[in-house]
């Protein structure tokens, strides 16, 4: 066992037990599968009291060999010497650490520098947590109308080749793993799909009822379905299971949803320089909603930010750091696992759900804000108005100043019709309560959770949003009626409490 990773056991009499029902295709098919700490196990009541001491690496031991006989390597260990019984304990354990020595290095060589798996990861950070500018700016472009389409009605086919080209026409083509990614539509949004997530293993699950909901029933956008995939193989799919890919698909659609929300807003910008043509009057029924539109568009850009610069940038060269000091496979999926599940996912608000739906609310007010204020702008371009009128093509140039002008004037009237008969104002008043509402409600959450959870990395996205003490008056008036709650709670349930607290 701990010189060639095998189990030659037909009476059972050995302290590692193998189950063979275990195997190691799983890795990539499940989320919750635990092949390398189910495949072998200790069986506690065969431990010979003089091994107890070095039980763990002996499990070890034999699990790195099995890997790498699974690589087709043959492991020769240059220490291995027959094991016989002693007084002397120290003489089993120097030589079960010599064997463990040997299998540790040789598999965390063959990952390392054989597999190339820090490359691998750092391909996997260009794509999923959105390292590569350039690539995801052309993909989104070229893709953009596609997504926009409802999931049934898109042709995966037609994505991955916009994938590929987006990939041949930027900085990703340099990328020597790019072949490996994939495109995947889910058929839930991400709120359900976390909530399915945490649903495994659980009761509700066992009670069938997390599979009661159709995905034919659930209408999203490819805007909402789209994540990658990834295609790993055998040894590396013990770092980069099924359940680490989930979880960096859970981050990227949170990054990508955001970052495509971000568009809609400067596309609204578009139109901001489009009023300005337009009489004063016009221009001021648009004041209030681009101003709107700029703090919207400083909360997505200010949360991209703490998403990527102070949670996963920072956790990512961490990760690089440890990765160059390890010394065996378990240290590399303990560093991998807390980079993905203990900082990224935690301190993007993935694992919280009152935050995630909160984030979730206030990104579809500002894709509605979006579409309504360009539904609206379609109808004031004064060049298509001029065309109509005139009875030209969008293809030919329009060349009369004066017509123009004239066209400019009866178009700019008929916006301050629309705008009135619409209740323009009255809609962007309604808009902006909402967004008000909801991220003083994210703020003050916020507050509490980096308060009671011990968070203190969120109060980083607190000052970023809250960078002039816009949202002062109100967090503070939150915070007040919360602390008359409690001691109105506290007095009561205990009518002398405050007596026992000034004594």
């Not at 490819?222 to 980069?240: C, H, K, M, Q, T």
């Not at 850009?301 to 010394?327: A, C, D, G, R």
């Not at 030919?396 to 009866?410: I, M, N, P, Q």
Request: contains cysteine.
């Amino acid at each position: 066992w701990i010189y060639k990773g095998i189990i030659r056991d037909p009476y059972h009499e050995f302290l590692v037990e193998e189950d063979d029902s275990v195997q190691k295709e799983q890795i990539q098919k499940e989320y919750n599968d635990s092949y390398w700490n189910k495949r072998y196990t200790i069986c506690r009541d065969r431990i010979p009291k003089f091994l107890e001491p070095c039980v763990d690496k002996i499990l070890n031991t034999g699990k790195y060999l099995n890997v790498v006989r699974q690589c087709r390597r043959d492991p020769k260990c240059p220490s291995a010497e027959e094991i016989l019984y002693t007084l002397k304990e120290r003489e089993y354990i120097d030589v079960i650490e010599k064997a463990h020595s040997y299998a540790s290095k040789m598999l965390v060589d063959l990952l390392i520098e054989e597999r190339e798996l820090i490359g691998r990861l750092r391909s996997i950070k260009h794509y999923f947590l959105m390292d590569q500018g350039d690539f995801f700016v052309h993909f989104m472009d070229i893709a953009e109308d596609e997504l926009k389409k409802y999931m049934d009605d898109i042709i995966p086919s037609r994505l991955e080749t916009l994938l590929e080209l987006a990939q041949r026409t930027s900085l990703a083509n340099n990328d020597p793993f790019k072949d490996d990614l994939k495109v995947e539509l889910s058929p839930y949004d991400l709120i359900t799909q976390l909530l399915r997530i945490l649903a495994i293993d659980s009761k509700q699950e066992q009670s069938g009822r997390i599979h009661d909901m159709d995905p034919s029933e659930i209408h999203i956008s490819g805007l909402e379905a789209f994540s990658f995939d990834y295609v790993v193989r055998w040894p590396e799919s013990l770092i980069l299971s099924r359940k680490a890919l989930t979880a960096y698909q859970l981050i990227f659609r949170h990054l990508f949803y955001a970052k495509h929300v971000e568009r809609l807003l400067c596309n609204v910008w578009v139109g901001n320089k489009m009023s300005k043509q337009y009489s004063v009057h016009t221009a001021q029924w648009y004041a209030s909603a681009f101003a709107l539109r700029q703090r919207m568009l400083h909360f997505v850009q200010n949360f991209e930010y703490y998403m990527m610069f102070e949670v996963i940038e920072p956790n990512w060269h961490l990760l690089e750091t440890n990765l160059k000091s390890i010394s065996n496979i378990d240290d590399v999926i303990a560093h991998h696992s807390d980079f993905l599940d203990t900082y990224c996912l935690r301190d993007c608000m993935l694992t919280n759900m009152d935050l995630l739906k909160i984030l979730s609310k206030l990104l579809m007010v500002c894709v509605t804000f979006s579409n309504f204020i360009q539904r609206v702008t379609e109808s004031m371009n004064v060049d298509a108005e001029y065309n109509r009128f005139t009875g030209r093509s969008k293809r030919e140039e329009v060349l009369d100043t004066s017509d123009r002008l004239a066209t400019a004037k009866v178009v700019s009237d008929h916006i301050d019709v629309v705008l009135t008969n619409e209740n323009f104002s009255g809609t962007v008043e309604g808009f902006d309560t909402n967004f008000s509402k909801y991220l003083i409600d994210l703020l003050d959450k916020l507050s509490v959770y980096s308060h009671t959870e011990s968070e203190h990395n969120m109060m980083n996205i607190i000052y970023r949003l809250n960078f002039n003490g816009y949202y002062t008056e109100q967090l503070e008036h939150l915070a007040a009626e919360r602390s008359m709650l409690e001691m109105q709670q506290l007095e009561s349930y205990e009518p002398g409490w405050y007596i026992h607290y000034l004594m």
